[in-house]
């Protein structure tokens, strides 16, 4: 069966529509199996300031120090994942939240632990356990929080990283980018698709900056890794009505729009 990953970012998850929603069961009906991987930045900066904690991204990674690590788990797995959950049951979805971190489902490595703390990258995940879900006509909503095998160390990983893993480990045929705005913003303009000289060009100008970065890399490691498709939408509004999607479609090298 065809599968598709969709990432839901922290920007959206309180002002997902009925619409998204509706996109949500187009998929279904058109055959696709729904994995979900959320992130939840506003609400960790949230809990954090109330700790009086300034928050502190490098390239869109939060630097994460043992106390921020608590907290990043603490929210992310107990409020958000707990929120979009609870969304998705309530539009009648079989949705079932998940911590990377169970059952070896995310497994990391320390990026560079001098500079970023307990930030991972993923080195591998555990697609059977996501595969006994999705066979069953559930959809894992999966936390990005990774364990390091050899240690039990727990790491927290961007969330549009943890898509892009999830994805290519799965054989997923697209993944989805869930976002406040409705594709990449070029000159006051969404663009259709972009490509990945495109998107070297525009990170380098400052067309695409600070949580566009991490969406843009990590579709373009997706597309490395042999999806078919990644694509940046709006969680305001349909991204799919059966026929056509709307947003902004990242391309990979061999890859042409019209394709
Ligand atoms: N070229 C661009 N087009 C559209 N949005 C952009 C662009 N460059 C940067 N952004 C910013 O990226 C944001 C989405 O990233 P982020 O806030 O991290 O979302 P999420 O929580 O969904 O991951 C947009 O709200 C916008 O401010
Ligand atoms: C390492 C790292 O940066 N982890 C992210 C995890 C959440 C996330 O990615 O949330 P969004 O998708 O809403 O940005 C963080 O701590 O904010």
């Not at 999705?134 to 936390?143: A, F, N, S, Y």
């Not at 054989?171 to 070297?200: L, P, W, Y």
């Not at 009505?241 to 042409?256: A, L, R």
Request: with cysteine; proline share 2%; aromatic share 8%.
């Amino acid at each position: 069966m065809k599968k598709i990953v969709i990432k839901c970012g922290g920007s959206i998850l309180d002002e997902l529509t009925p619409a998204f929603f509706a996109s949500l069961r187009e998929l279904q009906d058109h055959g696709y199996q729904l994995v979900f991987v959320h992130g939840g930045g506003p609400d960790i900066n949230k809990m954090l300031s109330m700790y009086q904690v300034e928050p502190e991204f490098h390239n869109g990674l939060r630097k994460t120090t043992k106390e921020t690590l608590e907290v990043v788990e603490l929210v992310l797995s107990g409020q958000t994942n707990r929120k979009l959950v609870q969304k998705l049951t309530g539009y009648g979805f079989q949705a079932i939240g998940l911590n990377g971190s169970d059952g070896g489902l995310l497994q990391a490595d320390f990026i560079d632990q001098d500079s970023l703390g307990f930030v991972g990258e993923i080195t591998q995940v555990n697609d059977q356990l996501i595969s006994i879900l999705t066979q069953e006509g559930m959809i894992p909503v999966i936390t990005p929080i990774a364990v390091q095998t050899a240690t039990g160390q727990k790491l927290n990983i961007n969330a549009d990283y943890a898509a892009a893993a999830v994805a290519g480990a799965i054989g997923a045929e697209q993944c989805i980018f869930v976002t406040d705005v409705e594709g990449i913003m070029v000159e006051k303009r969404i663009v259709h698709s972009v490509n990945k000289e495109q998107v070297e060009k525009y990170i380098e100008d400052g067309t695409i900056y600070g949580g566009m970065i991490p969406k843009v890399t990590s579709a373009m490691s997706a597309l490395d890794k042999g999806l078919s498709s990644v694509m940046i939408v709006s969680g305001k509004a349909a991204f799919f009505n059966g026929k056509e999607w709307k947003g902004t479609k990242i391309i990979g090298k061999e890859w042409s729009y019209n394709e």
